[in-house]
């Protein structure tokens, strides 16, 4: 195995952007119902939508929370149900409720072909995401960064990140706090912005909804249409 001096640095830090090979593997509807682990089926109104604007998404979505009905999951519910209005298929990972270990740092991923060496719940996220033309981010804000669930999950989009850096996704965030400062989102904003730059995302929107600890603070407020809206936007 390789030590930390072995590695190539150059898909961590390399300046360059990665040709615009973009594969739009699933951009029609009839694609999104050929892949065998999508969440939902799509209906023939879904259909019909999407080929009236010929743009339907396979839309991977990625929760960071372990209340499965907490402030995030309004928003993700929210911003699915906009999606799938629109004809995008989306297909969401509770990150808190999949087996995940954090990434071990071996680097056995890169002398054995981009495999990882631990057998679990990414084996069917990460080609999802590889197929992908958009994720989407849910967490709640834990010590003003993303959830260490969902965290776990990026780390571990290590063993590809060189096919990742070659696939530019469309990108959306939605974000829950309990405070009210106008800087608490400051970190976990500078965070994503990174990522946007080097993976490379190319931004939607971000959700940001501030105020809401428990479910009842966000159920009164505008966040849970906004979120359905961008959803129903991208
Ligand atoms: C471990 C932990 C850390 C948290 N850190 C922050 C924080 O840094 N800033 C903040 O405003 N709220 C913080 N919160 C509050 C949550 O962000 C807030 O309750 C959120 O709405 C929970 O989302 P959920 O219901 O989707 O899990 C924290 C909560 C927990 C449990």
């Given at each position: 195995m390789a030590d930390m001096n072995d590695v190539n640095q150059d898909t961590f830090d390399k300046d360059e952007q990665p040709a615009?090979?973009?594969?739009?593997?699933?951009?029609?509807a009839g694609g999104a119902l050929a892949?065998?682990?999508?969440s939902r089926l799509l209906s023939p109104a879904d259909i019909l939508a999407a080929d009236a604007e010929g743009k339907a998404m396979k839309i991977v979505m990625l929760t960071g929370s372990p209340?499965?009905?907490g402030t995030s999951a309004l928003l993700a519910d929210e911003f699915i149900a906009g999606a799938s209005a629109k004809g995008h298929n989306v297909i969401r990972f509770d990150a808190a409720f999949e087996k995940i270990g954090p990434?071990?740092?071996?680097?056995?991923c890169d002398e054995h072909?981009?495999?990882?060496i631990q057998k679990d719940a990414m084996q069917k996220i990460l080609p999802e995401i590889l197929s992908a033309d958009m994720i989407v981010l849910v967490t709640p804000l834990y010590y003003y960064l993303m959830t260490a669930q969902l965290k776990i999950v990026l780390d571990r989009l290590l063993s590809q990140r060189a096919a990742l850096r070659k696939h530019p996704m469309k990108s959306a965030m939605l974000v829950t706090c309990g405070s009210n400062t106008d800087w608490n989102m400051d970190a976990i904003m500078a965070h994503y912005k990174v990522l946007l730059r080097y993976l490379p995302w190319e931004d939607q929107e971000v959700v940001l909804a501030r105020?809401?600890?428990?479910?009842k603070d966000i159920e009164g407020t505008n966040f849970p249409a906004d979120a359905r809206a961008l959803g129903a936007r991208v």
């Open positions: 615009l090979t973009r594969r739009y593997l699933l951009k029609m892949f065998g682990s999508a209340h499965r009905r990434c071990r740092a071996c680097y056995y072909n981009g495999e990882c105020h809401v600890l428990v479910r």
